[in-house]
């Protein structure tokens, strides 16, 4: 375990999934965003974002020990969520970690690898999981000193502008494969990934 916070993004709507809710398809017999909850728990706490109550990914987190944030302004987008979450980091945290609820192929062994790669590097203000291709991905590690920008963030680039603007600061980290980035959008895309995993 870690002493810096997980903020798990798990408030924004499945557009394109066609009324299903991505974070709620089943992954290993559980929801999907019950399972990257429990990916997290494995490495520190955890705070996720969520949309007002009631909603039913409320009942998918049932029995975890997590922090769950309704986010009332969570149609304004990703960094609505992101101030909400943040608005709970205990200001002595060292950093905070942040990750899309999304991404089926994160493992928790991933998030440590990107936490190693913090204390490795502790010149550096932004610490982040790529692709084996050298693609930046989740999850993102951003140090406390960036967090009165976070709190600042509007609209739903998430925080792609604090990165981009202390990118000389930023740390990158290969993951296997396309852990870092994989997300699946559409009711088809969950079908041929399930297919090809044989689930």
């Keep these: 375990m ?3 916070p997980i903020i798990l993004l798990a408030a924004g709507q499945s557009r394109r999934m066609r009324g299903a809710d991505k974070l709620l398809q089943a992954v290993d017999g559980m929801p999907l965003l019950r399972r990257s909850a429990m990916t ?21 987190l049932d029995g975890l020990d997590v922090q769950k944030v309704p986010i009332a ?14 608005a709970q980091v205990h200001n002595a945290a060292p950093a905070v ?11 928790a ?31 993102v590690i951003f140090d406390r000193q960036l967090f009165p920008e976070l709190r600042n963030l509007t609209g739903d680039q998430g925080a792609q502008s604090v990165i981009r603007a202390h990118k000389d600061k930023a740390h990158l980290t290969r993951l296997p494969g396309e852990n870092a980035l994989l997300d699946l ?14 689930s």
């Excluded at 970690?97 to 493992?107: F, G, I, S, W």
């Design 2 to 4: 870690t002493d810096i």
């Design 40 to 60: 997290a728990l494995e490495v520190g706490p955890v705070i996720v974002a969520l949309p007002p109550r009631p909603h039913a990914r409320y009942d998918a």
């Design 73 to 86: 302004d969570a149609a304004e987008g990703m960094n609505a969520s992101l101030r909400g979450a943040l």
């Design 97 to 107: 970690m942040v990750l899309l609820a999304d991404l089926p192929e994160l493992t």
């Design 109 to 139: 062994n991933d998030l440590r690898t990107v936490q190693n790669a913090r204390r490795a590097n502790p010149d550096h203000l932004i610490w982040r999981g790529a692709t084996s291709a050298g693609k930046p991905g989740h999850p």
């Design 185 to 198: 959008d559409t009711p088809e895309a969950w079908a041929d990934w399930l297919r090809k995993r044989g």
